[in-house]
Nanobody, 125 residues
Framework: QLQASGGGLVQAGGSLSPSCTVS????????MGWFRQAPGKEREFVSA????????YYADSVKARFTMTRDNVKNTVYLQMNSLKPEDTAVYYC????????????????????WGQGTQVTVSS
């Protein structure tokens, strides 16, 4: 089970740090991803982190503003979001996969087999 939290309402230029906690003992074997879906738009890739080296990947739109980390003791991933913009407004979803990923597949929704319920992030102008 995935439990996402930490969304909220913030002014442009502000910061939020949603997190996603995974139940069970297999967290270390999972690659994790964050995706987002804005109203009227398709869900899109935001960030991902691999299971072994903790290598991170980011969408161009969030690179240098967002940082994804994982805590293998707490079974939790974090998404530190800085310099937020109104266009970052969306429901943010975390997802897990245990399949072997590449730098291409880790960005694809179809790679992930389990999704959290989402947390709303709203950035006002």
């Amino acid at each position: 089970q995935l439990q996402a939290s930490g969304g909220g309402l913030v002014q442009a230029g502000g910061s939020l740090s949603p997190s996603c906690t995974v139940s069970g003992r297999s967290f270390r074997t999972y690659a994790m991803g964050w995706f987002r879906q804005a109203p009227g738009k398709e869900r899109e890739f935001v960030s991902a982190i691999t299971k072994n080296l903790g290598t991170t990947y980011y969408a161009d739109s969030v690179k240098a503003r967002f940082t994804m980390t994982r805590d293998n003791v707490k079974n939790t991933v974090y998404l530190q979001m800085n310099s937020l913009k109104p266009e970052d407004t969306a429901v943010y979803y975390c997802a897990v996969t245990s399949t072997l990923t590449t730098m291409v597949t880790i960005r694809k929704e179809s790679t992930y087999f389990y999704w959290g319920q989402g947390t709303q992030v709203t950035v006002s102008s």
